[in-house]
């Protein structure tokens, strides 16, 4: 068993240039998957995703390979890739393309999520999380948002990323349109919306806006909406986190 | 008027020092806090609270200083103390004392939020900033919680950290069973809860557990819960981020 043991092993290069850029993840059309749990879960129920695993030496002996062509990395030159602090000495290498779905086929879906620039990592991975929990099937991002198989994002989705089916959507103003064409009744998030999210009443098929940390849903989207629904608020808060919003709204609902 | 020039003016170490470290912020008795419009309603609203105000000479020059003894600071050395990206050349040290509230006092509201152990400084702020909105009259934490006067915890609270009464819990077990002597139903976000969110009638004179990150709520503080609830989760996942789980439970009752 051959051993890579320095950090100028070109696999490691590699690696660690996934790590750092969206450049290099969209033309690899790979990105990296941290964690012991989550890589045998992708292994056993999504060995089409998979591209290749890293393991520690440490791991190796500890919990053997978890797959019979996973390379065996030195454990100083694995952290060395690794974005947790807390590694558990194995990676694997992810592809982008099958987990980007067809925007039409989305579409179909009953329960959809748009996303409008949403920039924060931690904000999109949560999302993506909650939006499991919360039952949507289908999750539609503007090319504006985050990244989500950066890092961060891919780490606070906690596992999400595998199975709730997203994409990203090259004109967002269209795809709500599309939406609505489509039979769903489109809600947005909104400050200074009209309905208060506790006394509307939220169609079966459905999508829900959620805007830009910042500066919220852009006005051409907001104006497309059926309903802008807002989240009462009490004491002298302006608006809530974009992740908390989200999750009340889908909660809600 | 004298400006400091220097990153190495006492004063610029004394809020470089508060930045960096609680021990520094527990001996000053000050953090800091940074942002125009909420230094400016602080002024306004709780001049107690302010010890010292800085702004850049650019802050100064374009807005004015907000209140008399403002110390004028060259720009670069405002930026060198600031915690945020885009800072916006002012600066406050505020005194923590005062913001620490008895918490016998926080025993009398009627809607009382706990915290055990919450370590993630935006989860923190993040909770701080939705319990304003959702009406939490009160909030105490265990002494494991990471420091609200963290510059990142502060920053994710949105100035909430100013207007929601709070205090640290030396013994947060003894701190369950003098709610509940004081006629508050505790409910307990549990993962492995019997009542289902949906189906519990949450009474009006109430405290809400939320637990840590990782581990949840340990279980001697669990056990004295009246009520472990959980919040219905679809998919395979497996629990939801503090400040998601805390949001949803807020805003459900």
Chains 1, 2 share one sequence.
Do not use: W
């Not at 990395?73 to 602090?85: F, G, K, Y």
């Not at 807390?86 to 039409?104: F, K, M, S």
Request: glycine content about 6%; proline content about 3%; overall charge negative.
């Amino acid at each position: 068993m051959q051993i890579i043991e320095s950090n100028s092993n070109k696999k490691i290069k590699e690696l660690a240039a996934l790590q750092r850029s969206k450049k290099e993840r969209t033309q690899a059309g790979l990105f990296v998957l941290e964690g012991d749990r989550i890589i045998r879960d992708a292994l056993a129920t999504r060995k089409d995703l998979v591209d290749n695993v890293y393991v520690s030496v440490s791991y190796a002996s500890e919990k053997g390979v978890p797959t019979d062509n996973a390379v065996v990395v030195a454990d100083s030159v694995l952290s060395h890739v690794c974005e947790t602090v807390t590694d558990q000495g194995i990676l694997a290498t992810v592809r982008e393309e099958p987990l980007l779905r067809n925007e039409e086929e989305l579409m179909t879906k009953d329960r959809v999520l748009v996303l409008e620039d949403i920039q924060d990592p931690g904000n999109l991975g949560t999302i993506i999380r909650t939006a499991e929990a919360a039952g949507i099937e289908a999750v539609i991002m503007s090319s504006g948002t985050a990244d989500i198989f950066s890092p961060k994002v891919v780490r606070s989705t906690m596992g999400s990323i595998l199975r709730v089916p997203f994409t990203y959507s090259p004109d967002i103003k269209k795809t709500v349109e599309c939406l609505k064409k489509s039979g769903h009744v489109v809600y947005a998030a909104h400050l200074k919306g009209a309905a208060d999210m506790r006394k509307t009443t939220f169609e079966a098929r459905r999508a829900i806006i959620i805007g830009n940390e910042g500066r919220g849903i852009s006005d051409p989207v907001a104006e497309l909406a059926d309903i802008r629904v807002f989240i009462p608020m009490q004491g002298e808060v302006e608006s809530l986190n974009a992740a908390v919003a989200a999750a009340i709204l889908m909660y809600h609902i």
